[in-house]
């Protein structure tokens, strides 16, 4: 059983940072894959950026290729999404997302565990 907790969300203008972070309480595996998803109001929930615990192989969303950062710290089992040059299109709760063995990994379905959540707003 894993427990995922968020943080880091918050208000920015757009050209601004971010960095959220999500650790994980419980064990974790070299198969297992951390991925950070974002909803916003009215949208579906979609894929921003996926890291595997073990060899740390990254994957990105097309929107966020070039501005976003994804990387692991397996000492404190805690995940980072180094977010820049935000833009109000950035807006919307993030949610890590953990999984063992997961095949397709934009697939947010094939994530076991999720946390609650973190708002991230980009203001113009």
């Known amino acids: 059983q894993l427990v995922l907790v968020e943080s880091g969300g918050g208000l920015v203008q757009a050209g601004g940072s971010l960095r959220l972070s999500c650790v994980a309480s419980?064990?974790?595996?070299?198969?297992?894959?951390m991925g950070w998803f974002r909803q916003a109001p009215g949208k579906e929930r979609e894929f921003v950026a996926a890291?595997?615990?073990?060899?740390?192989?990254?994957t990105y969303g097309d929107s966020v290729k070039g501005r976003f950062t994804i990387a692991r710290d397996t000492a404190k089992n805690t995940v980072y999404l180094q977010m820049n040059s935000l833009i109000p299109g950035d807006t919307a709760v993030y949610y890590c997302?953990?999984?063992?063995?997961?095949?397709?990994?934009?697939?947010?379905?094939?994530?076991?565990?999720w946390g609650q959540g973190t708002q991230v707003t980009v203001s113009s």
């Open positions: 419980g064990r974790t595996f070299s198969w297992y894959v």
């Open positions: 890291i595997t615990w073990g060899r740390g192989d990254t």
């Open positions: 997302a953990d999984g063992p063995m997961i095949q397709h990994i934009v697939a947010a379905n094939e994530y076991d565990y």
